[in-house]
Each structure stands twice: as C-alpha cells, then as structure tokens.
C-alpha cells in the first residue's frame, strides 16, 4: 500500500492532478443532483444506490459510502490495482456532494419547476454534457478507480471470452435491474449511460490527452 502512495505523489503534476479529481467528483454528484430533479434517470450505479438508500432509510451518501467499502475489499483480495486518491474521492464525495446539492435545491427551489418539459429538457442537457466532462477528467487524471469501475476490470481478467466491453455494459446493465428490483425507475438518461458513457469518456479523454500532454504520461 505504502508503495502506492509513494507512486502517486511521485505523479507528474500531483497537485493539479489531485485537485482536479477533488472538483471533477464534486461536479459530478452537482450534475447528478440535477439529474434527480429531472427524473429521467441516472447512470447506473446511482440509480441502483438510490432506490436502495431509499428501501433501506439511509442517506445516499452514507449507503454510498458502504457499499464502495465493501467493494474497496473485494477489489483488493482479487489484486485489483489502480487504486489512490482519486479512488478515495469517488468512494465518499459524489454520494455526499448529491445529499448536500439535492438539500440546497430543496430549499431554494419552487416544488413544482419541473413539471414543465420544457425545464426538464433545458436541465437535463448541460448536466448530462458537464456529467460525462467530470468524469472523463476524473478517469483521465489517472489517481485511481472507483471501486464500482474496478469490478469489471476484474471480472475481465477471469472472464476472457468475452470484451471489456461488453463485460462493462452486462456488470451495469445487471446493476440496472438490481436498482429496478428495489424500486428504482428506469429512465432514458439511464439506458443512454448504459451504452455510451464509455465510448463518450474514452472520446473526451483522448481530446484532453491532446491538449494537456502531461496525461500522456
């Protein structure tokens, strides 16, 4: 573990790199809190960690943190590697930064703005666009994985007959269902993520890979 450590704060551009995932994770519980109030779905991970926070009577933020524990320890007895600060930060501050995001809403905003479509849609737009944004800087400022994106990396490893790919879109698609089966509401924004939040990412990525040559490294 110490080794770990040593190998990210020895990253070129730690310091930025380190702030950078803190703003991208706190931007991306900011958009998702939006895309709440939308309520044309999420992607799936936060669909799923919803509809059982709310089965079970537990902030979003503290179930959030739970269960990115648990799959923190599987991730590490199968050796799964990337793991560091930014793994930390996704573990604990998007689910907190959408408990804190969704209360201020609540107090500043009129209870029926979003029945009209046509604020759903002016919503939904930029926030899903800014969400893919802070997760491809996230991703692409190499800190560590979440532990929920650890988990089809492992799986690939053991499971080589079929692609990453399609591992990653079966893993979420299954998370889907188990946030269905808890009462969950299926929305387009979900299958969307579904499908094309990687390719989107992996887009975004080498556009930034381009412009900031250090992530090469």
């Known amino acids: 573990m110490q080794d770990i450590i040593d190998g990210f704060f020895h990253k070129k551009h730690f310091w930025f790199r380190l702030c950078a995932v803190v703003a991208a994770v706190?931007?991306?519980?900011?958009c998702l809190s939006w895309l709440l109030l939308v309520d044309l779905g999420t992607d799936p991970c936060t669909l799923m960690n919803v509809a059982i926070a709310d089965t079970i009577g537990m902030s979003l933020g503290n179930w959030q943190a739970l269960l990115n524990t648990v799959l923190l320890m599987i991730v590490v007895i199968f050796g799964g590697r990337n793991l560091g600060f930014g793994t930390l930060a996704n573990?604990?501050?998007?689910g907190y930064s959408i408990d804190f995001f969704s209360w201020v809403w609540a107090k500043i905003l009129p209870v029926d703005l979003f029945s009209s479509w046509g604020v759903r849609v002016a919503v939904l737009i930029p926030a899903l666009a800014v969400f893919v944004l802070a997760v491809a800087v996230y991703m692409d400022m190499d800190m560590g994985t979440a532990p929920y994106d650890a988990i089809p990396i492992i799986i690939s490893k053991y499971v080589k007959r079929f692609s990453f790919r399609t591992i990653r879109m079966v893993f979420d698609f299954t998370v889907?269902?188990?946030g269905m089966c808890f009462g969950g509401r299926l929305g387009i924004v979900t299958f969307l993520?579904?499908?094309t939040l990687g390719p989107v990412i992996a887009w975004v990525g080498d556009l930034m890979k381009k412009k900031f040559e250090f992530l090469q490294d």
């Open 91 to 94: 573990m604990f501050l998007v």
């Open 193 to 195: 993520m579904a499908l």
């Open 176 to 178: 889907v269902v188990i």
């Open 26 to 30: 706190i931007v991306m519980g900011f």
